[in-house]
C-alpha cells in the first residue's frame, strides 16, 4: 500500500497548522492507512466536472469513467454519484460506465450499477410545468432544464435574472400547494418535488449492501450537498467540500475537480 505521505507533504506540517477542512481529508486519508474501508459518494458538478457555461457544454476529462471504474471495483462496488442532473444524463457523461446512482437530488435511484433507475416520485402535472415553462419564456434569458422530477431554471447566461426567478416562483407556489419546493444552487433555481435531498438519498444508498460497514465520504461542491456532508457525518463518516462558487479555498479539502480526480487517481493506487 502505498503511503499518502509520498503524495501530500502537507501531511509533514504540524497540526495546528491545518485547516479544518485538510484535517478532513487528512482524516479520510489516515482511515485509507488503516483496514477501515470507505464508501465513496460523489458529486458532478464543480465536483468531478469543471462549472460550463450550460448544462449540456461540460467537458468530461478524458480517462475519467474509467478512473471511476477502477476506484469502484478496489472498493468493491461502494461508489455512487450523487448529482442533481437526472441518472441518464449523468451515465452520458460518464460513458461507458454505470454507477450506483441517486438523480435529480434523490428523486431518482439506481440501486445497482447496471439496474433499472427508478423514479422515487411522479414528473410534475402538465399543468405545473406548463406554469413554470411560460414563467421562464416571459424572462428571456434563462434556461429551462426539464428532469422529469424537477426542473431547472438556469441563469448563467443572464446573473442578474435571479431574483426575477425566484420572485415568479415564488408566485406561483400557492396556486401548487406543497407540490414543489424551491432550492437554489450555482447560478440556477432547481424546482424540485417536496421531502427529496442529497442528504436523503445519501442515507438510503449507504444502506445497500456494498456500504455496508463502510465509512460514507461525500464529496461535493454546491450548498445542496451540505445535506449529504451532513447526513455523512452522522453515520460517523465525512463530507469533504470542493472550492468553487459556493466554498472558499480555505474552507475546503480540494481546490476543485482537477484536484479531486488527482486524488482519485490516488485512492486508486493505494486501495
Ligand atoms: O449535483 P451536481 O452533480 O453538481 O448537479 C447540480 C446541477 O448541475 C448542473 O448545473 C450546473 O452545472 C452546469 C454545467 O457546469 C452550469 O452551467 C449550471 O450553471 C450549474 O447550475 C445541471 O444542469 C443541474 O441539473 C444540476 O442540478
Given at each position: 500500500?502505498?503511503?499518502?505521505?509520498?503524495?501530500?507533504?502537507?501531511?509533514?506540517?504540524?497540526?495546528?497548522?491545518?485547516?479544518?477542512?485538510?484535517?478532513?481529508?487528512?482524516?479520510?486519508?489516515?482511515?485509507?492507512?488503516?483496514?477501515?474501508?470507505?464508501?465513496?459518494?460523489?458529486?458532478?458538478?464543480g465536483t468531478?466536472?469543471?462549472?460550463?457555461?450550460?448544462?449540456?457544454?461540460?467537458?468530461?476529462?478524458?480517462?475519467?469513467?474509467?478512473?471511476?471504474?477502477?476506484?469502484?471495483?478496489?472498493?468493491?462496488?461502494?461508489?455512487?454519484?450523487?448529482?442533481?442532473?437526472?441518472?441518464?444524463?449523468?451515465?452520458?457523461?460518464?460513458?461507458?460506465?454505470?454507477?450506483?446512482?441517486?438523480?435529480?437530488?434523490?428523486?431518482?435511484?439506481?440501486?445497482?450499477?447496471?439496474?433499472?433507475?427508478?423514479?422515487?416520485?411522479?414528473?410534475?402535472?402538465?399543468?405545473?410545468?406548463?406554469?413554470?415553462?411560460?414563467?421562464?419564456?416571459?424572462?428571456?434569458?434563462?434556461?429551462?432544464?426539464?428532469?422529469?422530477?424537477?426542473?431547472?431554471?438556469?441563469?448563467?447566461?443572464?446573473?442578474?435574472?435571479?431574483?426575477?426567478?425566484?420572485?415568479?416562483?415564488?408566485?406561483?407556489?400557492?396556486?401548487?400547494?406543497?407540490?414543489?419546493?424551491?432550492?437554489?444552487?450555482?447560478?440556477?433555481?432547481?424546482?424540485?418535488?417536496?421531502?427529496?435531498?442529497?442528504?436523503?438519498?445519501?442515507?438510503?444508498?449507504?444502506?445497500?449492501?456494498?456500504?455496508?460497514?463502510?465509512?460514507?465520504?461525500?464529496i461535493g461542491d454546491?450548498?445542496?450537498?451540505?445535506?449529504?456532508?451532513?447526513?455523512?457525518?452522522?453515520?460517523?463518516?465525512?463530507?469533504?467540500k470542493v472550492a468553487g462558487?459556493?466554498?472558499?479555498?480555505?474552507?475546503a479539502?480540494f481546490?476543485g475537480?482537477?484536484?479531486v480526480?488527482?486524488?482519485?487517481?490516488?485512492?486508486?493506487?493505494?486501495?
Amino acid at each position: 500500500m502505498q503511503d499518502w505521505k509520498e503524495e501530500y507533504p502537507l501531511h509533514g506540517t504540524k497540526a495546528s497548522q491545518l485547516n479544518q477542512a485538510t484535517s478532513a481529508r487528512s482524516r479520510v486519508e489516515q482511515l485509507l492507512l488503516k483496514p477501515t474501508p470507505i464508501g465513496l459518494f460523489l458529486d458532478i458538478d464543480g465536483t468531478l466536472l469543471d462549472m460550463a457555461l450550460t448544462p449540456s457544454t461540460v467537458h468530461v476529462p478524458p480517462g475519467l469513467a474509467e478512473l471511476l471504474g477502477i476506484v469502484a471495483t478496489r472498493l468493491s462496488g461502494a461508489l455512487a454519484i450523487v448529482t442533481g442532473r437526472p441518472i441518464a444524463e449523468a451515465d452520458e457523461l460518464l460513458r461507458p460506465m454505470k454507477f450506483i446512482a441517486a438523480g435529480v437530488h434523490g428523486a431518482e435511484m439506481r440501486t445497482t450499477a447496471t439496474g433499472e433507475i427508478t423514479p422515487l416520485t411522479p414528473s410534475f402535472s402538465p399543468a405545473l410545468l406548463r406554469d413554470i415553462r411560460i414563467a421562464a419564456i416571459s424572462i428571456p434569458g434563462a434556461v429551462t432544464e426539464d428532469k422529469g422530477t424537477g426542473i431547472a431554471l438556469h441563469y448563467r447566461l443572464a446573473p442578474e435574472l435571479r431574483d426575477s426567478l425566484l420572485i415568479t416562483l415564488e408566485t406561483l407556489m400557492p396556486k401548487y400547494p406543497g407540490q414543489f419546493t424551491i432550492c437554489e444552487g450555482r447560478k440556477v433555481v432547481e424546482i424540485l418535488p417536496v421531502g427529496f435531498s442529497k442528504g436523503r438519498a445519501l442515507r438510503k444508498l449507504a444502506s445497500l449492501p456494498e456500504f455496508a460497514n463502510r465509512v460514507p465520504v461525500m464529496i461535493g461542491d454546491d450548498i445542496a450537498d451540505l445535506d449529504a456532508f451532513r447526513a455523512a457525518e452522522t453515520m460517523g463518516g465525512f463530507g469533504l467540500k470542493v472550492a468553487g462558487e459556493n466554498f472558499s479555498k480555505n474552507e475546503a479539502s480540494f481546490t476543485g475537480p482537477a484536484d479531486v480526480l488527482g486524488w482519485l487517481t490516488n485512492l486508486r493506487k493505494v486501495l
